[in-house]
T-cell receptor, first 112, second 116 residues
Framework: DSGVTQTPKHLITATGQRVTLRCSPR?????VYWYQQSLDQGLQFLIQ???????AKGNILERFSAQQFPDLHSELNLSSLELGDSALYFC???????????FGEGSRLTVL | AQKVTQAQTEISVVEKEDVTLDCVYE???????LFWYKQPPSGELVFLIR??????QNEISGRYSWNFQKSTSSFNFTITASQVVDSAVYFC?????????????FGTGTRLKVLA
């Protein structure tokens, strides 16, 4: 158990819908990262937050947005969903910016 | 450019064989960190090791060992006497530290299949 909690674990929805994925980092970790892993693909970096502020942005679509709240949990919002958004979405946290990432179990999103 | 290359897409070995997973990285940063992660069939990503650019000592942890060579920009991972439970996708990652980027850059992964 990494200590990073992601909900929901599984989510099935239809095209055009909007979903919110939630992440609670390990206690004390200020950095939260979001990654997308499509079928047989590597890990695509989406976005990083540190103590509530956005620090880095990767290949995140405009239909996607995220935020980190004062209690350090983070949410990733995916809207106008398309079939291609079906993927495993990982949240990770680290205690320092150069430290190892600890990943949650992921949220598997299926868009039908 | 910052990049991690794992040229081996898939490797199959028979149990008890040794296997080496290759990782080659590119960065202009003088300070950086390298990582290996394991993703078993259950899907979670498990941290295995972190190495900083100033520490070229090889590391051994049980059946796992890592060979870091700055001269060839490689950070290879060897599993000795492989077991079926080692079957997973293994990711190498790079975290540049001096260029101001906050990204962790992952390779595309190597799928290891250990056959009984």
């Amino acid at each position: 158990d990494s200590g990073v909690t992601q909900t929901p674990k599984h989510l099935i929805t239809a095209t055009g819908q909007r979903v919110t994925l939630r992440c609670s980092p390990r206690s004390g970790d200020l950095s939260v990262y979001w990654y997308q892993q499509s079928l047989d693909q590597g890990l695509q970096f989406l976005i990083q937050y540190y103590n509530g502020e956005e620090r880095a942005k990767g290949n995140i679509l405009e239909r996607f947005s995220a935020q980190q709240f004062p209690d350090l949990h983070s949410e990733l919002n995916l809207s106008s969903l398309e079939l291609g958004d079906s993927a495993l979405y990982f949240c990770a946290s680290s205690v320092v910016v150069d430290g190892e990432l600890f990943f949650g179990e992921g949220s598997r999103l299926t868009v039908l | 450019a910052q990049k991690v290359t794992q040229a081996q897409t898939e490797i199959s070995v028979v149990e008890k064989e040794d296997v080496t997973l290759d990782c080659v990285y590119e960065t202009r940063d003088t300070t950086y960190y390298l990582f290996w992660y394991k993703q078993p069939p259950s899907g979670e990503l498990v941290f295995l090791i972190r190495r900083n650019s100033f520490d070229e000592q090889n590391e051994i942890s049980g059946r796992y060992s890592w060979n870091f060579q700055k001269s060839t920009s490689s950070f290879n991972f060897t599993i000795t006497a492989s077991q079926v439970v080692d079957s997973a996708v293994y990711f190498c990652a790079l975290r540049p530290s001096t260029s101001g980027t906050y990204k962790y850059i992952f390779g595309t992964g190597t799928r290891l299949k250990v056959l009984a």
